[in-house]
């Protein structure tokens, strides 16, 4: 079994930073991707950025030049380091992973999520 723990969400005013974590633990050969995904209310969950396992990163055109992708491999963490935050960028965010329990078989597993308000 493997869980994702999520932290840093919060309300911060428009202009300002937030950084999310979130580290998998439990039976892991390899993660293939970790990365964040986002929600806003009326909306569907959309891909903020990316990891693979390769060190290739992407990012919604929406956040890229603002917000920042990195994992620190030996910790089984992914950080979202977000600068510049707008309103629009509230929304409940969830960490994602594709990971490798074993040597065979896949797992996608979601965070619980953390919600992110930018005020105006």
């Known amino acids: 079994q493997v869980q994702l723990v999520e932290s840093g969400g919060g309300l911060v005013q428009a202009g300002g930073s937030l950084r999310l974590s979130c580290a998998a633990s439990g039976s892991i050969f390899r993660i293939d991707f970790m990365g964040w995904y986002r929600q806003a209310p009326g909306k569907q969950r959309e891909l903020v950025a990316g990891?693979?396992?390769?060190?290739?990163?992407n990012y919604a055109d929406s956040v890229r030049g603002r917000f920042t992708v990195s994992r620190e491999n030996a910790k089984n963490t992914v950080y979202l380091q977000m600068n510049s935050l707008q309103p629009e960028d509230t929304a409940v965010y969830y960490c994602?992973?594709?990971?490798?329990?074993?040597?065979?078989?896949?797992?996608?597993?979601w965070g619980q999520g953390t919600l992110v308000t930018v005020s105006s």
């Open positions: 990891s693979s396992s390769g060190g290739s990163t």
């Open positions: 994602n992973a594709v990971i490798k329990p074993s040597l065979l078989g896949y797992l996608e597993v």
